[in-house]
């Protein structure tokens, strides 16, 4: 039972790359989130996905795009990176079973240079 | 808009001393309220959540938290702290259901010899 996964662990673009940050969960969670973590500014929401098919955007959205492609996947684009984007990324499932609470991946720890 | 504020930036404390954090929402009716806990290098962690009834909540490693209603704050305490719980500390909140939690802008805690 692995929960939520994100990929890659680490990530290096130059400026105007694009990338997509990856995140799968096997807990049967309705919901998905993405925030992003910078220093002193705690976790923002990016993006969030209801449920499947669904998708709404948080504090932050600009300059990036989600794809939930189906209950377990919810992934997050970056089209043109940005230095601004230079933060770390994580992606958490919400389940209102027994476990009621967010459940958090490892992160993804995003450079743009 | 929903906030949650956590007053604190930097706590420094020496072992065995006890331990406060102040959390403050501004939600109108139910809230759902957490806090997580962040090792260095780590993701985020649920030390403790208040839904409803006994708004005294005890977590998990000896931690607990205070819900007072009227001073719209979830403080987080330990009588006594360890080394091993240096890491950052964050407050969140959100409504029933899936909505996303808003959290706040975290606590750093060193404990020292």
């Known amino acids: ?113 | 808009a929903q906030s949650v504020s956590q007053h604190n930036h930097h706590v420094i404390l020496s072992e065995a001393a006890s331990l406060e954090l102040g959390c403050n929402y501004s939600y109108g009716g139910t809230v759902n309220l957490f806090w997580y806990v962040q090792y260095p290098g780590q993701h985020l962690q649920l030390l403790l959540k208040y839904f409803s009834g006994d708004p005294l909540v005890k977590g998990i490693k000896g931690f607990e938290a205070e819900f007072i209603k009227s001073k719209f704050s979830f403080n987080l305490r330990k009588p006594s702290v360890q080394w091993s719980d240096t890491a950052e500390y964050f407050c969140a909140g959100g409504y029933s259901g899936n909505t996303p939690l808003v959290f706040g802008k975290g606590t750093r805690l060193s404990v020292i010899a």
């Open chain 1, 1 to 113: 039972n692995a929960g939520v996964t994100q990929t890659p662990k680490f990530q290096v673009l130059k400026t105007g790359q694009s990338m997509t940050l990856q995140c799968a969960q096997d807990m049967n969670h309705n919901s998905m989130y993405w925030y992003r973590q910078d220093p002193g500014m705690g976790l923002r929401l990016i993006y969030y996905s209801a449920s499947e098919g669904t998708t709404d955007k948080g504090e932050v959205p600009n300059g990036y795009n989600v794809s939930r492609l189906n209950k377990r996947e919810f992934s997050l684009r970056l089209e043109s990176a940005a230095p601004s984007q230079t933060s770390v990324y994580f992606c958490a499932g919400f389940s209102n079973l027994m476990s009621y609470g967010y459940t958090f991946g490892s992160g993804t720890r995003l450079t743009v240079v």
